[in-house]
């Protein structure tokens, strides 16, 4: 991971090797553009991309927490270790996705604007 210059700033060359990286979903999962099914609207899920390549699932953490009860929490990282500057906050109720995900959507957080949605999938 590259190391930390300045708040909200990281190595650059980490960030160049894994930019445009595809994420990659549990096969589990089929992600769809529009929700067809009415339980597929209230889904639980935000994804979050733009994220500073330092930033923790603590962070995180503390940043989705007062929005409601967090399932589980994610940051996703490469083989080498190294972050893709996106993550995953699955919360407990989908009312409280929706609105971490209006709230937060276009904010700064660590020197980079989030970009939020909710992930809407057919399992």
Do not use: W
């Not at 995953?88 to 949605?117: E, H, M, P, Q």
């Amino acid at each position: 991971m590259g190391n930390l210059i300045g708040f909200g700033t990281s190595d650059r060359d980490a960030e160049d090797r894994n930019r445009n990286q595809p994420i990659k979903l549990p096969p589990m999962f089929k992600v769809i553009d529009k929700p067809t099914d009415e339980s597929l609207i209230r889904s639980n899920i935000c994804m979050i991309t733009n994220l500073n390549r330092d930033v923790t699932e603590d962070q995180l953490r503390d940043l989705f927490g007062p929005f409601g009860l967090i399932e589980s929490i994610c940051v996703f990282y490469d083989d080498n270790g190294d972050s893709f500057g996106a993550g995953r906050v699955i919360f407990s109720r989908f009312c409280d996705a929706r609105n971490a995900a209006n709230r937060l959507n276009g904010t700064l957080f660590y020197g980079k604007t989030l970009k939020i949605k909710r992930h809407f999938y057919e399992i």
